[in-house]
Every structure is written in C-alpha cells, then in structure tokens.
C-alpha cells in the first residue's frame, strides 16, 4: 500500500549527490570544519560524518571497477 503512494523506506536524504561532493571538497581542502560545514549546509555533525563515509564507499567502487576492467 505505501508503495503503491510513493512512500518508501524513510525520510529523504537532506543532501543529494552534487551537495555531498562539494561538502565533501570543502572539508578536504582543509579551510573549514565540520562543524562549520554542517552549519553552512544546514545539517547536523553526523549527516557530515555520514556523506564522507558514503564518498568514500563511492570512490571504492568506481576504483574496484577501474581495476577490474584492466
């Protein structure tokens, strides 16, 4: 039945793609904080700590597949 409406597993992700990229630059260029990258993005510390961890889980991929076609 939820299904069917359009309801599925959860609440929407505050950030998409693009925005958890550019969060994540910031962070690696070493000029800001978490905390004030949460604050600028209008997120909490973890939804920062969380996109890092799914950046990295993406670049993993994306390596593993680089190495696997060679």
């Given at each position: 039945?939820?299904?069917?409406?359009?309801?599925?597993?959860?609440?929407?992700?505050?950030l998409?793609?693009?925005?958890?990229?550019?969060?994540?630059?910031?962070?690696?260029?070493?000029?800001?904080?978490?905390?004030?990258?949460?604050?600028?993005?209008?997120?909490?510390?973890?939804?920062?700590?969380?996109?890092?961890?799914?950046?990295?889980?993406?670049?993993l991929?994306?390596?593993?597949?680089?190495?696997?076609?060679?």
């Open positions: 039945m939820a299904r069917a409406k359009g309801h599925l597993r959860g609440r929407q992700p505050k998409n793609r693009r925005q958890e990229a550019h969060l994540v630059s910031l962070l690696a260029s070493g000029e800001y904080s978490t905390a004030e990258v949460a604050e600028s993005f209008g997120v909490g510390r973890s939804t920062v700590y969380r996109a890092i961890e799914r950046q990295r889980d993406r670049a991929v994306v390596e593993i597949a680089a190495n696997s076609s060679e």
